[in-house]
Structures are given as structure tokens and as C-alpha cells.
Nanobody, 119 residues
């Protein structure tokens, strides 16, 4: 199993920046990709950014050029640097770890952290 602990959410004005962190523990070797998802009220959870182990990051079109995902393997931590924030970025942000054990796949989720962007 993998445990994920997030931090870094908060309230920021339009145009501001925040950095989210997600520390992973447990069966780290089974992690194949880590990423961030978000869910706004009344909407489905959506992928924001993901970074595969040894691969290149990918981003939702809505955040390209504004958000950067990075990973510190020594600390087992993934970050999401969010710049030029907009009110539509307001959501609960969830860290995700996609893992594989033999032929089985598992998704693990953090507890979520609120990001609110005021206009």
C-alpha cells in the first residue's frame, strides 16, 4: 500500500501562486506514476498533471504554461507549482499514485487540499 499526505493549499488572489506538496510512503517501488487531480463543486474529478516514473510530465490543456509538476525521488515527494492562478482553478486538489503489483493496478489518493482563488 501507499500513503499520500498533501500540503500547501490555501486562499490566493487571482494571478497569485501556490505550491502543493505530496509525500508518499509505504510501497514506493510499486509507484508507476504520480499526479494531481482536482474536483470543483458540482464537477467531476479531472486530471491536472501527472509525471510517470522516468517519463515526461503531461498536463491538462487548461493549466499548460501555468502549472509545473515535479518529483523529488529522494524525498518520495511530488510537487505542483501553480502560477497565474485563476478563479476557475478553485477546487479540492488530490494527489494520486498509480501503482502496479504483478498484473494488478491500484490507485491511491491523498486526503485532498483546498485551493481557493479569489477574483
Amino acid at each position: 500500500q501507499v500513503q499520500l499526505v498533501e500540503s500547501g493549499g490555501g486562499l490566493v488572489q487571482t494571478g497569485g501562486s501556490l505550491r502543493l506538496s505530496c509525500a508518499a510512503s509505504g510501497s514506493i517501488s510499486t509507484i508507476r506514476s504520480m499526479g494531481w487531480y482536482r474536483q470543483a463543486p458540482g464537477k467531476q474529478r479531472e486530471l491536472v498533471a501527472a509525471i510517470p516514473s522516468g517519463g515526461s510530465p503531461n498536463y491538462a490543456d487548461s493549466v499548460k504554461g501555468r502549472f509545473t509538476i515535479s518529483r523529488d525521488n529522494a524525498k518520495n515527494t511530488v510537487y505542483l507549482q501553480m502560477n497565474s492562478l485563476k478563479p476557475e482553478d478553485t477546487a479540492v486538489y488530490y494527489c494520486n499514485a498509480w501503482t502496479t503489483v504483478l498484473s494488478d493496478e491500484y490507485d491511491y489518493w491523498g486526503q485532498g487540499t483546498q485551493v481557493t482563488v479569489s477574483s
